[in-house]
């Protein structure tokens, strides 16, 4: 039986203290999950995946902690938006350029998470981002492109990511160096339909989405792994996040209809609006899943600032 969510216990997060549920893997487990006690879970599919994973104990800014993250049970939903390069690269840092599909034209997304079952119990997130190319990659643009999306392997910069729960902002922020912090956030995915909701400071809509889910397909565990490379800086230094998925049902569609993504007052739409999104490219739904998100490791990252600005437009 789940933890009441209203009954929790402080936990200390390197000298930070969060609540979480009572019970709960986080409160039992420290990390250390016990993947037979997973097993038995009618969420859970398997945990094969994560047998192959083991992880590791490391020290972090929020302290001693086991990596990889495992995501037990998730379901996601990925809206790809055409947006020029212009407005991409005012958002971020010089060190990093768009992935182009085009000369001037770039991508923009907005995925929503959620986690049913993992390390850290329940949640939910949303991000705004922007695909970029590989640090010190020199291949051209539409071939990073190309070989990304027929891999499944991505790079990106993360503009918003707010989440549901206190221990996940604080793990996001401070361990990773996220934006994150906590709102009101809902996120249901089934095989009908897609929708979401995240709530701004005043309790109104920041940014919502509803669809109808595009149609699955199921893949047998391990068979597609896609990857998600995340560019942070943590302390002033450039660090990478990898994100490891296990895909198990999935489908996309092109310029999908009855998709209604809506941006009101917050961060989120704040940044969206910033990107300057020209139209929507795709929709891609997992209504199955599970991950293994990495800690952030450094990284050498180009400092064009130092430059004559080549690859800026």
Known sequence: MSPNPQDTVEVDLGGRTVAVPRGGLYDRYRMDTDLEEVARDPRVSGVDFFRRLPK?????????TLTPN?????STARVTMLAR?????SRLPAELDPLEVAPGLGLASVVFFRYDVCDIDFYTEAAVAIPVRPARHGRLGFVDLAWGLKNDDLHAYVLSLPVSSDIARVRGHDGYGFPKWVTGLD?????DRTTARVL?????DDLTLSAPTPAQTA???GERVSTLT???????AWHATLNQTNVLSAGGTRSPR???????????????????PIRTLRLDVTTEGQAALHMPVPVSVPDRRRGDGRGRR
């Open 85 to 89: 390069s212009r407005a991409l690269r």
């Open 187 to 191: 996120v249901d995915i089934d095989a």
């Open 219 to 221: 893949y047998p565990s």
């Open 70 to 74: 495992f995501y037990y049970r998730i």
């Open 258 to 276: 009855g998709l209604v993504l809506k941006a009101g007052r917050g961060r989120m739409s704040d940044d969206l609006r910033s990107l300057d």
């Open 200 to 204: 701004d400071d005043a309790g109104g």
């Open 56 to 64: 590791t104990r490391v020290e972090s800014p929020i302290g001693p």
């Open 230 to 236: 995340s560019y942070t800086t943590i302390g002033g």
